[in-house]
């Protein structure tokens, strides 16, 4: 393989995300040898050869930051257009709970209709520049679907194991992209084990969240542009989808990257962030509140909200930090409030969102009414997906008005 050099990226090396041991990037990696944990990018950001104003010019995908991403060469990317979603106002709901900035963010319009699409256009990117040959994927939906079609446009194999009660609209498209897919009764957790057995050998990369370092990568991409979509100022409060993590403890990692590089303005307060899970499985919600000490033996239940599925999250450790930094938080909101939710957004903003989405805005009434939230704040919302392929899960289930 050609030594791996690029003007393209400033990547100076990867980092235990527990003890800060180095590694190198021109070799791929999954969990760090040292702790067994995840590693993150890390970034010559007092000399990247970018300003904003360059920025302008370039394409509106997550590529516009191709310094701040960590591949080596463009003829190794693999892009579907993914990036550069909108950021909406929801002037109605404002409006109707006396709220004075309310934004969503809507990676739903990203290919594959989901946040997912992000991370695993850079994983992919990265495995390939790395020579692999093929990818297997735990998963509750969105991500599977987003590695096969990725593999696809990469000519890879993709390998897929799903919990047998996902939408069938998640599974179908897996096939369509050409992917091999394994059903099993379970959460995650489950079919994560069930894909160690199938890739014993390790002859195919394991992409699970955050077990190699690069779809964190692509993740942080939403963080750069909330800052640039918003002129580099930055809301109060964001409120993600919190199952594995990786978005949340992705834009954190971007703001974090932006105040090194002098982009955003030196007095600027960064926002507090708000991990919202599926009352039904909620592990850092447990463990923030003092109830375990660890996700490491939690066990969670199916939710409609299938990306929330994750009980033992790897990213654990991280998604805390983040919540400690920013002085936030973590909350959980049941499958009614989801429906609830997803009526309110439907019927008041013309927004047919996922789950993950409906439980961002009904975590975002929930800290309004016991003050975490003032109405006078600005706050953003995270849409991880579009709600049309989660109808197996919530056919019928609206009420009527």
């Known amino acids: 393989m050609e030594t791996l050099t ?189 894909a160690k057995q199938l890739n014993a050998d390790g002859h195919l990369l394991d992409v699970s969240t955050l077990k190699e370092p690069y779809r964190l990568e692509g993740k942080k991409t939403m963080g750069y542009e909330i800052a640039e979509q918003l002129n580099w100022q930055l809301p109060d409060v964001i409120l993600y989808p919190a199952g594995g993590g990786t978005g949340l403890i992705g834009i954190w990692k971007a703001f974090g990257e932006l105040q090194e590089m002098g982009w955003l303005p030196e007095s600027i307060k960064l926002p507090r962030m708000v991990a919202v899970q599926a009352a039904n499985c909620c592990p850092l919600v447990e463990t923030l509140e003092g109830r375990q000490l660890n996700a490491q033996q939690y066990n969670g239940k199916a939710t409609i909200a299938n990306g929330l599925a994750v009980p033992r999250p790897i990213g654990e450790q991280m998604m805390l930090r983040v919540l400690s930094e920013s002085g936030g938080t973590a909350i959980s909101i049941t499958e009614a409030e989801m429906i609830e939710g997803m009526q309110e957004l439907g019927s008041r903003e013309g927004l047919f969102v996922a789950p993950e989405g409906a439980a961002v805005w009904m975590a975002a009434r929930k800290l309004i009414n016991s003050n975490f939230i003032s109405p006078n704040e600005h706050i953003l919302l995270l849409n991880t997906g579009s709600g049309q392929k989660y109808m197996d899960n919530v056919s019928g289930m609206y009420a009527a008005n």
């Open 6 to 194: 690029s003007p393209l990226t400033n990547i100076n090396g990867l980092a235990c995300s527990n003890c800060g041991t180095t590694y190198t990037a021109h070799e791929a990696h999954t969990l760090s040898v040292c702790c067994h944990l995840p590693l993150a990018a890390t970034y010559d950001l007092q000399s990247i050869p970018l300003t904003k104003e360059m920025l302008q010019q370039r394409e509106a995908t997550m590529w516009r930051y191709q310094e701040l991403l960590p591949l080596f060469s463009n003829k190794h990317k693999v892009s579907l257009g993914e990036g550069f979603t909108p950021i909406l106002s929801l002037s109605n709901l404002a409006q109707k709970y006396n709220l004075s900035n309310l934004q969503l963010k809507d990676e739903s319009l990203n290919p594959t209709g989901s946040f997912k699409a992000r991370g695993l256009s850079m994983a992919i990117s990265k495995a390939k520049e790395f020579g692999t040959e093929g990818c297997i994927i735990p998963t509750a939906g969105n991500a599977g679907v987003a590695m096969a079609a990725y593999c696809a446009k990469a000519g890879m194999r993709a390998v897929v194991v799903m919990p047998r009660h996902t939408p069938k609209a998640f599974q179908e498209e897996c096939l369509w992209y050409g992917a091999e897919l394994h059903l099993l009764d379970g959460l995650i957790n489950d079919c994560a084990a069930f």
